[in-house]
């Protein structure tokens, strides 16, 4: 079990309120990440959950009781920390028994989750090595494996993959992936990749400024962005977005259409555009094509490889059924 | 500086400094050993003569060496246990957020800068003195007899005045390791099930280890020789109970103006130094490999 509920959480350093009043439901066996840009209150709001910080008002239950003043061991959260936060000093195998030993578990039984944990985790080899002698990847794993033997309610996540390289990243993602199938247990995720956020939430909060700008799956919030932030903030490459007299001919005053939802064409469309820069991935191919009018170049893609190159003149249209539209406090027009 | 070329022009750069540094050491240290195997005394100057072990067969048997040698490792260990402890302590006191944190952690390293026989004087004459010392006022309002600390317990008036003056040091070094504890390892061990003091034992100490480790190899170092400290205060006395291998060498050689007899306590102690370094070396040394 682990159902989160914050009700009217705030937090404020001295005079700065880094988090106004919040709601927030995190059901139980969920994978709930939260995204925002850097200094958004990612990390704070996570370590109010996890009892690191005192909140300001409102209240925290845990499994439906009021956690807000249990302290952080009680609350049977476990976390993983940017720095995975290893104790350098003791071997990988004492690292991974620590919370067992401080909870005076049998040492049989130890042993035995130690071992569980080990081999769910690649560990097996490298049980009797310092944490100084692992390469980032496996330092991460350690620090998952110490907080699985606890066998939490909820796994707490700051930003585990931020440290290590880009293929990496990817291999862990699908690494944690797949331990929140196995073990179903809840995790909440912190991370300012947008990216990882897609691939791994079941449920994504987008806050900004400490603010929850909206709760979704990937798809709708990709699909239907509540507020031009949302809009812009999640999609890889960005989504365009327009203002001004483009956006008004569909009475909006933002509206946004996504790179993939622009055909192109060489002799007719919507827009007249030139050939910026472009980024061949092979399967996809993005190109930047500045349109007279327009503040910023569009982002367009194209399927697979076109012959398009530096400076060609080329045709776009929006598909419309497509196309975001938001009014003047950035909502979106339904 | 990795060229063999680089290598050798960095071995003749240096080698003026070594060079001093070795005549430094060199010449005194075998000069002493030269006069120790002489019978040389100030009183009667041009009578020297060689005499072989002689000053050390009387300086091994003198019963004040083996008063002395006790005094100094009970010197040394007491000083390194309240300053070490003490220091922990303090450092851990001195991490946290207070006010007027900067000017309490100045007067804190501020006995460091007392020299040892101006500090001495002072704990001699203003706290310990049985007629108008603090103490002795202080034990006089609670109604009790004045207690004559550098008469009745010599050396451990001695180790609280020298534990005054390196209590300093070591909270400095245990101060700079205790910041550089990464918080998220506390935060990581609260949330492991820690309570405070077995986050103490488990995290911040072995943390402190190296640190601690510095502490002890240095200030054994210094403890070894300590001499102001017992010249102005007790004088080594009453009869040997306050001194130490320092003092009773300075004693042989200048006080009884035995020359040869004070080299020989003199090449002891150096014996005897490095036996401790050695011994400490093995003992904690592994402790500063990465
Ligand atoms: N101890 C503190 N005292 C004062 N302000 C703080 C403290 N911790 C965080 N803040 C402020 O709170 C805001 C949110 O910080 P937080 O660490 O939660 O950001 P974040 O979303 O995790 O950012 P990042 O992606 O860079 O890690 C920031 O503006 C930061 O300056
Ligand atoms: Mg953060």
């Not at chain 1, 991935?281 to 398009?308: I, Q």
């Not at chain 2, 003749?12 to 005194?28: E, K």
């Not at chain 2, 240095?218 to 306050?242: C, D, H, K, R, Y």
């Not at chain 2, 200048?254 to 070396?281: E, P």
Request: with cysteine; net charge neutral.
């Amino acid at each position: 079990m682990g159902r989160i509920t914050l009700d009217k959480v705030s937090k404020a350093f001295g005079d700065v309120e880094v988090i106004p009043p919040l709601d927030l439901t995190i059901e139980d066996g969920e994978f709930v990440v939260f995204v925002g840009p850097s200094g958004c209150g990612k990390s704070t709001l996570l370590r109010l959950i996890a009892g690191l910080e005192d909140v300001s008002g409102g209240e925290i239950r845990i499994n439906g009781q009021d956690a807000t003043q249990t302290p952080p061991a009680k609350r049977g959260l476990a976390m993983v920390f940017q720095s995975y936060a290893l104790y350098p000093h003791m071997s990988v195998r004492k690292n991974i028994a620590f919370p067992m030993r401080m909870a005076s578990m049998p040492k049989d039984e130890q042993d035995r989750r130690i071992e569980a944990a080990a081999k769910a985790l690649n560990l097996t080899d490298y049980l009797d090595r310092r944490p100084g002698q692992l390469s980032g990847g496996q330092r991460q794993r350690v620090a998952i494996g110490r907080a699985i033997v606890r066998e939490p309610d909820a796994f707490l996540f700051d930003e585990p993959l931020s440290n290590l390289d880009a293929a990496l990243r990817v291999g862990m993602r699908l690494e944690i992936s797949e331990l929140h199938k196995r073990l179903t247990t809840t995790m909440v995720y912190v991370t300012h990749d947008q990216v990882e956020a897609m691939t791994m939430a079941d449920k994504i909060v987008v806050l900004q400024a400490g603010r929850i700008e909206q709760v979704g799956s990937p798809m709708e919030l990709y699909r239907t962005p509540r507020n031009v932030f949302v809009a812009g903030f999640i999609g890889s490459p960005k989504m365009n977005l327009l203002t001004g007299l483009e956006a008004e001919k569909h009475s909006a005053t933002t509206i946004g259409i996504r790179p993939e939802h622009i055909a192109i064409s060489s002799d007719s469309g919507t827009w007249k555009g030139t050939v910026g820069v472009s980024e061949h991935l092979g399967s996809d191919t993005f190109f930047h094509v500045t349109v007279e009018g327009f503040h910023d170049p569009l982002t367009v893609r194209a399927s697979g490889e076109v012959a398009l190159y530096y400076g060609d003149t080329i045709y776009l249209t929006p598909d419309l059924t497509h196309l975001h539209r938001f009014d003047a406090q950035g909502l979106r027009i339904a | 500086m990795a060229t063999k070329h680089s290598r050798a022009s960095a071995r003749i750069m240096i080698s003026p400094a070594v060079i001093l540094l070795l005549g430094w050491m060199l010449i005194p240290l075998s000069m002493t050993l030269y006069f120790s195997f002489l019978r040389y005394n100030l009183l009667m100057p041009g009578m020297e003569e060689f005499t072989g072990l002689t000053n050390y067969k009387y300086f091994l048997t003198d019963p004040a060496f083996f008063a002395a040698l006790t005094n100094t490792i009970l010197l040394v260990c007491g000083v390194l246990l309240v300053t070490v402890i003490g220091g922990v302590f303090l450092a851990l006191l001195l991490d946290q957020p207070f006010f007027g944190q900067g000017i309490v952690r100045i007067l804190v390293i501020a006995p460091f800068f007392v020299m040892p026989t101006v500090s001495a004087l002072v704990w001699k004459n203003m706290f310990m003195n049985p007629v108008n010392g603090l103490f002795a006022h202080l034990f006089k309002f609670f109604g009790l007899e004045p207690f004559d600390f550098l008469a009745q317990a010599p050396l451990a008036s001695i180790i609280g005045i020298v534990s005054w003056q390196w209590l300093p040091f070591a909270t400095l070094i245990l101060l700079t390791a205790f910041q550089s504890l990464d918080q998220e390892q506390l935060e990581a061990s609260e949330m492991d099930g820690a309570p405070w003091i077995k986050r103490f034992w488990f995290i911040m100490l072995p943390h402190l280890s190296r640190a601690i480790t510095v502490v002890i190899l240095i200030q054994t170092i210094f403890l070894l020789s300590v001499f102001a400290e017992i010249l102005v205060t007790t004088n080594g006395g009453p009869g040997t109970a306050s001194t130490n291998l320092t003092y009773l060498i300075y004693m042989q050689s200048l006080l009884q103006f035995d020359v040869g007899g004070g080299s020989a306590g003199g090449v002891v102690a150096i014996i005897l130094a490095n036996i401790v370094a050695i011994f400490l070396m093995r003992m904690i040394g592994k402790n500063l490999d990465a």
